[in-house]
């Protein structure tokens, strides 16, 4: 099952650079490494993404925790061979876990990458996080454009 080892990849990658962020980062306000564009800043986020429902830790674990499941399930019970289905589900299961794993262990979230595109200064995120937008940005892709030519194969 390679969808495993590339959630497993992914929560290893999550981990490992929120432990250095927690560890390096925690004694400065940011660094930037491209001024202006790009900072780290170390982020405890008590809220889900954009800083929504602060202070709600048990409804974001239930909820993570049942998409997590749900999704799981499914890519067990589908048997699917399409490397784009896996790897997009992988991708949001290992970042959905990485940042479980924050939130029960710690009562919030490690954020550290900030970023600033035409003086706008988006939320501060990490990796889990880009792996879920990109992993749903896949999943997207394939349920709009992949799926019906997978059906009309059938």
């Known amino acids: 099952m390679i969808w495993t080892i590339l959630v497993l990849g992914i929560l290893a990658l999550d981990q490992y650079t929120k432990y250095l962020a927690a560890t390096k980062l925690i004694n400065y306000n940011t660094i930037p490494l491209i001024k202006n564009v790009f900072h780290l ?3 405890e986020n008590r809220g889900a993404a954009f800083g929504i429902l602060q202070g ?3 409804l974001l ?3 993570t925790s049942t998409i997590i499941i749900a999704m ?3 890519v067990i019970k589908s048997k699917s061979n399409s490397r784009l289905l896996l790897a997009s589900f992988s991708m ?6 990485g940042n479980l794993i924050d939130r029960v262990r710690l009562g919030y979230v490690i954020d550290f990458l900030d970023v600033y595109i035409y003086s706008y200064n988006y939320p501060v995120f990490n990796i889990a ?6 992993g749903t940005i896949f999943l997207s892709y394939y349920i709009l454009f992949k799926y019906e030519d997978k059906k009309d194969e059938a």
């Open 72 to 74: 799981v399930y499914y």
């Open 61 to 63: 674990i239930v909820v």
């Open 56 to 58: 709600q830790k048990w």
């Open 129 to 134: 996080d880009s792996f879920v937008v990109v």
């Open 92 to 97: 949001v299961i290992g970042g959905a876990i």
């Open 41 to 43: 800043t170390f982020v």
